[in-house]
Protein backbone atom coordinates (compact mmCIF):
# COMPACT_ATOMS: atom_id res chain seq x y z
CA UNK A 1 0.00 0.00 0.00
CA UNK A 2 1.40 3.16 -1.02
CA UNK A 3 -0.25 6.46 -0.23
CA UNK A 4 -1.07 8.94 -2.96
CA UNK A 5 -2.23 12.54 -3.61
CA UNK A 6 -4.89 13.90 -5.74
CA UNK A 7 -3.39 16.25 -8.23
CA UNK A 8 -6.62 16.98 -10.27
CA UNK A 9 -10.22 15.39 -10.30
CA UNK A 10 -11.74 15.95 -12.94
CA UNK A 11 -15.57 15.98 -13.66
CA UNK A 12 -15.98 14.56 -17.93
CA UNK A 13 -19.12 14.45 -18.10
CA UNK A 14 -22.00 11.80 -18.24
CA UNK A 15 -21.14 10.63 -14.28
CA UNK A 16 -17.30 10.37 -15.89
CA UNK A 17 -14.26 11.47 -14.13
CA UNK A 18 -10.32 11.54 -14.53
CA UNK A 19 -8.32 11.90 -11.37
CA UNK A 20 -4.74 12.13 -11.24
CA UNK A 21 -2.70 11.14 -8.35
CA UNK A 22 1.10 11.50 -7.43
CA UNK A 23 2.20 8.03 -7.00
CA UNK A 24 5.82 7.27 -6.17
CA UNK A 25 4.92 3.12 -8.02
CA UNK A 26 3.05 4.90 -11.00
CA UNK A 27 6.19 4.31 -13.19
CA UNK A 28 5.98 0.44 -12.24
CA UNK A 29 2.51 -0.28 -14.37
CA UNK A 30 2.16 -2.18 -16.88
CA UNK A 31 -0.69 -1.60 -19.38
CA UNK A 32 -4.01 -3.15 -18.21
CA UNK A 33 -3.10 -3.41 -15.05
CA UNK A 34 -5.20 -2.23 -12.26
CA UNK A 35 -4.85 -0.55 -8.58
CA UNK A 36 -7.54 -0.69 -5.25
CA UNK A 37 -8.33 2.19 -4.36
CA UNK A 38 -9.49 3.10 -0.78
CA UNK A 39 -11.56 6.37 -1.06
CA UNK A 40 -12.30 7.29 2.32
CA UNK A 41 -9.66 6.62 5.95
CA UNK A 42 -13.36 5.51 7.45
CA UNK A 43 -14.84 2.50 7.96
CA UNK A 44 -17.53 3.28 5.08
CA UNK A 45 -16.96 1.42 2.46
CA UNK A 46 -14.39 -0.72 4.09
CA UNK A 47 -13.34 -2.15 0.90
CA UNK A 48 -10.85 -0.79 -1.70
CA UNK A 49 -12.67 -0.18 -5.05
CA UNK A 50 -10.47 -1.46 -7.95
CA UNK A 51 -9.61 0.56 -11.16
CA UNK A 52 -7.75 0.22 -14.24
CA UNK A 53 -4.85 2.56 -14.63
CA UNK A 54 -5.67 4.91 -17.49
CA UNK A 55 -2.36 6.53 -17.75
CA UNK A 56 1.22 7.13 -16.10
CA UNK A 57 3.47 9.84 -16.37
CA UNK A 58 6.17 10.00 -14.68
CA UNK A 59 4.96 10.03 -10.79
CA UNK A 60 1.54 10.53 -11.64
CA UNK A 61 -1.12 7.80 -12.60
CA UNK A 62 -4.53 8.81 -14.34
CA UNK A 63 -8.19 6.54 -13.03
CA UNK A 64 -11.04 7.01 -15.71
CA UNK A 65 -13.55 6.23 -13.32
CA UNK A 66 -17.87 6.46 -13.65
CA UNK A 67 -19.73 6.91 -10.61
CA UNK A 68 -21.56 3.81 -10.13
CA UNK A 69 -22.18 3.79 -6.29
CA UNK A 70 -21.25 4.75 -2.53
CA UNK A 71 -17.37 4.11 -3.23
CA UNK A 72 -17.22 5.95 -6.15
CA UNK A 73 -19.75 9.18 -5.37
CA UNK A 74 -17.09 9.83 -2.62
CA UNK A 75 -14.08 9.74 -4.64
CA UNK A 76 -16.04 12.05 -6.89
CA UNK A 77 -15.98 14.20 -3.82
CA UNK A 78 -12.28 14.01 -2.99
CA UNK A 79 -10.10 17.69 -3.97
CA UNK A 80 -6.98 17.89 -5.26
CA UNK A 81 -4.21 18.04 -2.21
CA UNK A 82 -6.62 14.91 -0.17
CA UNK A 83 -4.97 11.35 -0.23
CA UNK A 84 -5.91 8.46 -0.70
CA UNK A 85 -4.74 4.87 -0.26
CA UNK A 86 -3.50 2.68 -3.21
CA UNK A 87 -2.67 -0.78 -3.61
CA UNK A 88 -0.94 -1.60 -6.55
CA UNK A 89 -0.13 -2.25 -9.26
CA UNK A 90 -1.71 -5.25 -9.50
CA UNK A 91 -2.77 -8.40 -12.02
CA UNK A 92 -0.66 -8.95 -14.92
CA UNK A 93 -1.95 -6.78 -17.42
CA UNK A 94 -1.77 -7.30 -21.04
CA UNK A 95 0.42 -9.12 -23.09
CA UNK A 96 1.67 -8.29 -26.48
CA UNK A 97 2.77 -10.84 -28.88
CA UNK A 98 6.36 -9.89 -30.15
CA UNK A 99 5.99 -6.89 -27.44
CA UNK A 100 5.08 -3.26 -27.63
CA UNK A 101 6.95 -2.58 -31.07
CA UNK A 102 5.71 -5.67 -32.15
CA UNK A 103 4.32 -6.28 -35.98
CA UNK A 104 0.70 -7.19 -34.98
CA UNK A 105 -2.43 -5.23 -35.48
CA UNK A 106 -4.08 -4.65 -32.24
CA UNK A 107 -7.90 -4.31 -32.23
CA UNK A 108 -9.06 -3.03 -29.36
CA UNK A 109 -12.76 -3.22 -28.31
CA UNK A 110 -14.31 -1.15 -25.21
CA UNK A 111 -17.47 -0.85 -24.09
CA UNK A 112 -18.58 1.89 -21.74
CA UNK A 113 -15.86 2.71 -19.19
CA UNK A 114 -14.02 -0.65 -20.24
CA UNK A 115 -11.64 1.95 -22.36
CA UNK A 116 -10.10 2.36 -19.61
CA UNK A 117 -6.73 0.47 -19.48
CA UNK A 118 -6.74 1.15 -23.77
CA UNK A 119 -5.22 4.65 -23.58
CA UNK A 120 -1.96 3.02 -21.78
CA UNK A 121 -1.74 -0.14 -24.04
CA UNK A 122 -2.21 2.70 -26.49
CA UNK A 123 0.66 5.31 -25.63
CA UNK A 124 2.48 2.10 -24.79
CA UNK A 125 2.31 0.86 -28.40
CA UNK A 126 2.30 4.52 -30.15
CA UNK A 127 5.66 3.72 -32.08
CA UNK A 128 4.45 0.69 -33.32
CA UNK A 129 4.44 0.13 -37.16
CA UNK A 130 0.86 -1.21 -37.48
CA UNK A 131 -2.48 0.48 -37.53
CA UNK A 132 -3.99 -0.35 -34.41
CA UNK A 133 -8.04 0.29 -34.15
CA UNK A 134 -9.93 0.91 -31.18
CA UNK A 135 -13.70 0.22 -31.26
CA UNK A 136 -15.49 2.26 -28.42
CA UNK A 137 -19.12 1.09 -27.64
CA UNK A 138 -21.46 3.15 -25.61
CA UNK A 139 -24.80 4.32 -24.89
CA UNK A 140 -25.14 7.98 -26.29
CA UNK A 141 -22.70 10.24 -27.52
CA UNK A 142 -22.32 11.76 -24.22
CA UNK A 143 -20.78 8.82 -22.99
CA UNK A 144 -18.10 8.81 -25.60
CA UNK A 145 -15.73 10.53 -22.79
CA UNK A 146 -12.08 9.72 -24.05
CA UNK A 147 -12.30 9.68 -27.78
CA UNK A 148 -9.71 12.36 -28.74
CA UNK A 149 -7.11 11.74 -26.26
CA UNK A 150 -6.91 8.41 -28.64
CA UNK A 151 -7.04 10.62 -31.63
CA UNK A 152 -3.81 12.46 -30.14
CA UNK A 153 -1.79 9.35 -29.65
CA UNK A 154 -2.47 8.35 -32.92
CA UNK A 155 -4.79 5.01 -32.35
CA UNK A 156 -7.67 5.31 -35.02
CA UNK A 157 -10.77 4.70 -33.05
CA UNK A 158 -14.35 3.69 -34.22
CA UNK A 159 -17.59 4.19 -32.20
CA UNK A 160 -20.73 3.14 -31.76
CA UNK A 161 -23.85 4.11 -29.62
CA UNK A 162 -26.92 2.64 -28.99
CA UNK A 163 -28.80 5.51 -29.83
CA UNK A 164 -27.06 6.44 -33.07
CA UNK A 165 -25.98 10.12 -31.34
CA UNK A 166 -22.28 9.33 -32.20
CA UNK A 167 -20.65 7.13 -34.74
CA UNK A 168 -22.56 4.18 -36.05
CA UNK A 169 -26.08 3.26 -34.02
CA UNK A 170 -26.02 -0.04 -32.10
CA UNK A 171 -23.76 -2.19 -30.20
CA UNK A 172 -19.73 -2.17 -30.22
CA UNK A 173 -20.55 -6.12 -31.32
CA UNK A 174 -21.84 -4.82 -34.55
CA UNK A 175 -19.36 -2.34 -36.01
CA UNK A 176 -17.13 -5.22 -34.94
CA UNK A 177 -18.30 -7.73 -37.02
CA UNK A 178 -17.42 -5.30 -39.93
CA UNK A 179 -14.05 -4.49 -38.30
CA UNK A 180 -12.84 -8.16 -37.31
CA UNK A 181 -10.32 -8.36 -40.24
CA UNK A 182 -8.35 -5.57 -39.29
CA UNK A 183 -6.92 -7.28 -36.32
CA UNK A 184 -4.48 -9.78 -35.69
CA UNK A 185 -5.29 -9.78 -32.13
CA UNK A 186 -8.39 -8.32 -30.25
CA UNK A 187 -8.44 -6.98 -27.21
CA UNK A 188 -11.39 -6.35 -24.83
CA UNK A 189 -12.83 -4.77 -22.01
CA UNK A 190 -16.34 -3.96 -20.97
CA UNK A 191 -19.47 -6.04 -19.50
CA UNK A 192 -19.48 -9.50 -19.31
CA UNK A 193 -21.93 -10.32 -22.19
CA UNK A 194 -20.13 -7.67 -24.46
CA UNK A 195 -17.18 -9.88 -23.87
CA UNK A 196 -19.08 -13.19 -24.22
CA UNK A 197 -20.03 -11.63 -27.46
CA UNK A 198 -16.56 -10.40 -28.74
CA UNK A 199 -14.81 -13.93 -27.64
CA UNK A 200 -17.43 -15.98 -29.85
CA UNK A 201 -16.92 -13.46 -32.99
CA UNK A 202 -12.97 -13.70 -32.15
CA UNK A 203 -13.20 -17.49 -32.06
CA UNK A 204 -15.16 -17.94 -35.40
CA UNK A 205 -12.64 -15.69 -36.90
CA UNK A 206 -9.59 -17.71 -35.87
CA UNK A 207 -9.02 -14.45 -34.40
CA UNK A 208 -7.21 -14.84 -30.54
CA UNK A 209 -8.64 -12.96 -28.17
CA UNK A 210 -8.05 -11.31 -24.91
CA UNK A 211 -10.66 -10.04 -22.38
CA UNK A 212 -10.18 -8.07 -19.35
CA UNK A 213 -12.02 -9.25 -16.75
CA UNK A 214 -14.63 -7.00 -14.01
CA UNK A 215 -15.44 -8.80 -10.76
CA UNK A 216 -16.25 -7.42 -7.56
CA UNK A 217 -12.92 -7.55 -5.89
CA UNK A 218 -12.28 -7.60 -1.54
CA UNK A 219 -8.19 -7.81 -1.33
CA UNK A 220 -6.85 -7.55 -5.22
CA UNK A 221 -4.18 -9.87 -4.49
CA UNK A 222 -5.40 -13.49 -4.35
CA UNK A 223 -5.99 -13.89 -0.73
CA UNK A 224 -9.80 -14.09 -0.30
CA UNK A 225 -11.42 -15.83 -3.20
CA UNK A 226 -13.86 -13.53 -3.72
CA UNK A 227 -13.31 -12.96 -7.48
CA UNK A 228 -12.69 -17.11 -8.61
CA UNK A 229 -13.69 -17.23 -12.17
CA UNK A 230 -14.22 -20.60 -13.65
CA UNK A 231 -11.90 -21.35 -16.44
CA UNK A 232 -11.41 -24.18 -19.17
CA UNK A 233 -7.97 -24.65 -19.28
CA UNK A 234 -5.29 -27.05 -17.72
CA UNK A 235 -2.77 -24.16 -16.68
CA UNK A 236 -1.87 -23.20 -13.35
CA UNK A 237 -4.44 -22.84 -10.85
CA UNK A 238 -6.52 -23.81 -8.48
CA UNK A 239 -7.70 -27.38 -9.71
CA UNK A 240 -11.45 -28.24 -8.52
CA UNK A 241 -13.48 -31.53 -8.93
CA UNK A 242 -14.86 -32.13 -13.07
CA UNK A 243 -11.20 -31.29 -14.23
CA UNK A 244 -12.01 -28.17 -14.78
CA UNK A 245 -9.67 -24.86 -12.68
CA UNK A 246 -10.60 -21.69 -10.90
CA UNK A 247 -8.37 -18.74 -11.26
CA UNK A 248 -8.76 -15.67 -9.66
CA UNK A 249 -9.22 -12.36 -11.56
CA UNK A 250 -7.06 -10.30 -9.53
CA UNK A 251 -3.97 -12.22 -9.30
CA UNK A 252 -4.25 -14.56 -12.73
CA UNK A 253 -6.15 -11.76 -14.11
CA UNK A 254 -7.82 -9.45 -14.78
CA UNK A 255 -6.61 -10.41 -18.95
CA UNK A 256 -7.47 -13.81 -19.50
CA UNK A 257 -7.45 -15.81 -22.86
CA UNK A 258 -10.75 -15.59 -23.74
CA UNK A 259 -10.62 -19.56 -25.16
CA UNK A 260 -10.08 -20.53 -21.13
CA UNK A 261 -12.74 -18.52 -19.53
CA UNK A 262 -16.14 -20.42 -19.06
CA UNK A 263 -18.39 -18.12 -20.44
CA UNK A 264 -21.36 -20.12 -19.03
CA UNK A 265 -20.29 -19.20 -15.78
CA UNK A 266 -19.19 -15.79 -16.48
C1 LIG B 1 -10.04 -5.08 -12.47
C2 LIG B 1 -11.12 -4.02 -12.45
C3 LIG B 1 -10.90 -2.80 -13.07
C4 LIG B 1 -11.88 -1.82 -13.05
N1 LIG B 1 -11.61 -0.65 -13.66
C5 LIG B 1 -12.51 0.34 -13.61
C6 LIG B 1 -12.22 1.59 -14.21
O1 LIG B 1 -11.15 1.80 -14.79
N2 LIG B 1 -13.15 2.57 -14.11
C7 LIG B 1 -14.36 2.36 -13.48
O2 LIG B 1 -15.18 3.27 -13.42
N3 LIG B 1 -14.66 1.18 -12.92
C8 LIG B 1 -13.77 0.17 -12.96
N4 LIG B 1 -14.05 -1.02 -12.35
C9 LIG B 1 -15.35 -1.15 -11.67
C10 LIG B 1 -15.27 -0.44 -10.33
O3 LIG B 1 -14.40 -1.17 -9.49
C11 LIG B 1 -16.66 -0.36 -9.70
O4 LIG B 1 -17.47 0.46 -10.51
C12 LIG B 1 -16.56 0.24 -8.31
O5 LIG B 1 -15.94 -0.68 -7.44
C13 LIG B 1 -17.93 0.57 -7.80
O6 LIG B 1 -17.79 1.02 -6.48
P1 LIG B 1 -18.98 1.83 -5.78
O7 LIG B 1 -18.73 1.78 -4.33
O8 LIG B 1 -19.15 3.16 -6.41
O9 LIG B 1 -20.24 0.99 -6.20
P2 LIG B 1 -21.01 -0.06 -5.28
O10 LIG B 1 -21.87 0.71 -4.32
O11 LIG B 1 -20.08 -1.08 -4.74
O12 LIG B 1 -21.91 -0.72 -6.39
C14 LIG B 1 -22.84 0.06 -7.15
C15 LIG B 1 -23.32 -0.73 -8.32
O13 LIG B 1 -22.21 -1.03 -9.20
C16 LIG B 1 -22.10 -2.44 -9.36
N5 LIG B 1 -20.67 -2.80 -9.39
C17 LIG B 1 -19.80 -2.72 -8.37
N6 LIG B 1 -18.59 -3.17 -8.73
C18 LIG B 1 -18.72 -3.58 -10.01
C19 LIG B 1 -17.86 -4.17 -10.95
N7 LIG B 1 -16.60 -4.49 -10.66
N8 LIG B 1 -18.34 -4.44 -12.16
C20 LIG B 1 -19.59 -4.18 -12.50
N9 LIG B 1 -20.47 -3.61 -11.65
C21 LIG B 1 -20.06 -3.33 -10.43
C22 LIG B 1 -22.80 -3.06 -8.16
O14 LIG B 1 -23.29 -4.35 -8.48
C23 LIG B 1 -23.91 -2.09 -7.93
O15 LIG B 1 -24.99 -2.33 -8.78
C24 LIG B 1 -13.11 -2.04 -12.38
C25 LIG B 1 -13.34 -3.27 -11.75
C26 LIG B 1 -12.37 -4.24 -11.80
C27 LIG B 1 -12.62 -5.55 -11.13
S1 LIG C 1 -10.21 -10.07 -4.76
FE1 LIG C 1 -9.51 -11.39 -3.21
S2 LIG C 1 -8.84 -13.10 -4.32
FE2 LIG C 1 -9.32 -11.68 -5.85
Redesign the pocket.
Known sequence: MKEAIIIENKALGADYFLISLKWALAPKVRPGQ?VMLR?TGSMD?LLR????V?NTDGDTVE???????????I?SSLNPGDDVDLLGPL?KGFSIPGGMLGKSRLLMVAGG?GI??FYHLGRSIKDSDCDNLLIYGARTKRDTVVVKPFKDIGVKIKIATEDGSRGTKGLVTGLLESEMHCGDIVYACG?SLMLKAVAEMAEDKGVRCLV??????ACGIGVCLG?ALRTVSHRPGRVLKDDRTYQM??SD??VFDSRDVDWDKI
Open positions: FVPRPFSYLLYKVVGKGTTLGVAPPSLERAMCVCGP
